[in-house]
């Protein structure tokens, strides 16, 4: 039965999340002039991506002078603005082979202005770069922003003048470094005017578009996006998980240099179908159009609802959100996680009351439950770690931009390689089976550590996580009779991951508060129908919570791959872990563990597989000519 209900339960939760993680379908170029149409758009992208156009290359300059009469058409008050590249910029065009001279050095922005009825009102802004790098059309990589602006404008104009003037700026020499932002916001007369930014961006060519990343202080702000998501096709992908860790990251977009300034704002990009990244093959006909759909939809909603609002966001409290499998969002207060927490303390409490009543719980069965889950944990990490260098060298190491892009060509290989080889280390853990034969597994962990730092480079954190994952895997410990060892040692253990997260960085702690509090949920229901946990109806809460809150990790893991899997696929150790806190009593029992063990080591073969094909699959750099 328990068998039953583990697979059944987790291919519920992988198909629920292969629905979120879908882009919604492309409206036609018929739909309702008030909405967003990817159709339509897709007329502007075959104008647009005709060809690559570098910064002072014949096409570039053909595409502006498309652009500026597509804004003129549309309405606006165009005008263009020159300014200087910088000198890093102008070396790094010339390096790739483009013509820094043909430019006269600069780079030339396209502003455009769509009156508001209160011009002294601050402005909102449409951003989006017009320039590609060498040797890529740039379908998605920025085409697809630009051809969304152009579409939302037309969108909004549709549905009625708006409160307050709507700036649409083209930036150029993004690529290059920023420097069309920094232009406009080094010295334009507009640029004080500027009161809220919508940034549009794409690393790949498909899959759902996020709302990655806000202004500082974003709270109201959120709650706007929050409402206005909600009126766009597919809703939306957003965390605030994302946010924090891109605030970290040494990565810029266009939106770094406002946000920098103190103007807030939105930013939203798609990065599925990372082959097309930069890429001679990122050309309209491969551009997946749900994902423009996706994209200026959720532009639309959220550029409608900042232009006719009475009054601009102001800045506030950074706010903890989350879409809910892609049609809802939900936003609290930093300070209601430490509330989460509480709930989650009581109703693990009150399940291990009545676990040490009924079913002879001890505290030494929630201590070797804690102690499984830092041995998945650690040894999760250095197995993905181990598999992913199969696929080719860390994209750190790379030596030169070709290998980096072929990477990315290889992701999707990588990805469904570390699912796999992580599952298998899953159905190893459930079995029972690491506790057989202590000193086989920890001279496995010995060896993958061994591989890791020899052949990944050296580093002191994936040393201490292999001395973990080896001194656990030695830890002396017997079969348990009961499940609510492991799972109370499972929500114990993120219980306190939440807690230290939660005092540390509330905005990414959810990550474990929420699901640590679905967790104890289940338990305090299963303690309370079944405290023995043997019949059905006990797990059933079980089950919902491995079917809903599986598929809502699984969605936010596909998401954290395709952003840093290429060099950190231990991630996904983590999501696995969290998962695994909701489908820890649903272990088979002993007489399904041979079959179970079976299935481990097909998933292990399997996932090794995936990864060395993927050198096969993808064994050429995905573009001749790409910068650095």
Known sequence: MRLALLFGSLTLAFLLAVWTTQAPKPRAADAPAVAFSAARAMTDIEQIARAPHPVGSPEHARVRAYLSARLTQLGLEVSEQAGPLSPASVKRLAR???????ADNQAVNLIGVLPGKDRSQPAVMLMAHYDTVVGSPGAADDS????????????????GPVERDLVVLLTDAEELGLDGARVFFGGHPLRDRIGAVVNLEARGGGGRAAMFETGR????????????AARADGGTTATSIAAFMYERM?????????KDRGIGGL????????????????????LDRGAVQHLGSQALEAADALARASSLPAKGENLVYSDVFGRWMIAHAQGTGWVLLALAAAFGGFAAWRARRRAGLTAGRVGLGVLDGLWFLTGGVILVQAARLLAGPLS???????????LLRRLPWMEAGATLTIIALALVLLTGARRARPRVIGGAFAVLTAVVLLVGGFSPVMLGLGVAAIILSLWPGRAE????????????????FGCALQGAAPEAALLFVWPVLLAATAAALAALIDPDLTRPLGLLPVVVATVLGGAWLLGIGHFVFLGVGMDMPGALALIALLVLLFARPLAPGAKAARLVLLAAAACLIAGVGLNVSAQLLAPSPAVAEALP
């Open 217 to 228: 202080e974003a709270g109201p702000t959120v709650q706007l996006f929050r409402r206005a």
């Open 481 to 496: 009779r009961s499940a609510w060892g492991g799972w109370l040692g499972l929500i114990a253990l993120i219980f306190v």
């Open 267 to 286: 930013n939203l990009a798609f990065i599925g179908r990372p082959d097309q990244y930069h890429s001679a093959n990122a050309t309209p006909a491969n």
């Open 250 to 258: 040494p990565n810029g977009t266009d939106f770094t240099v406002p």
């Open 144 to 159: 697809a922003g630009v051809a969304a602006i152009l579409e939302v404008v037309r969108a909004i104009k549709a549905r």
């Open 396 to 406: 750190s190491r790379a030596d030169s931009p070709d290998v980096y892009y072929t």
């Open 96 to 102: 790739a082979g483009g013509d820094p001279a043909a």
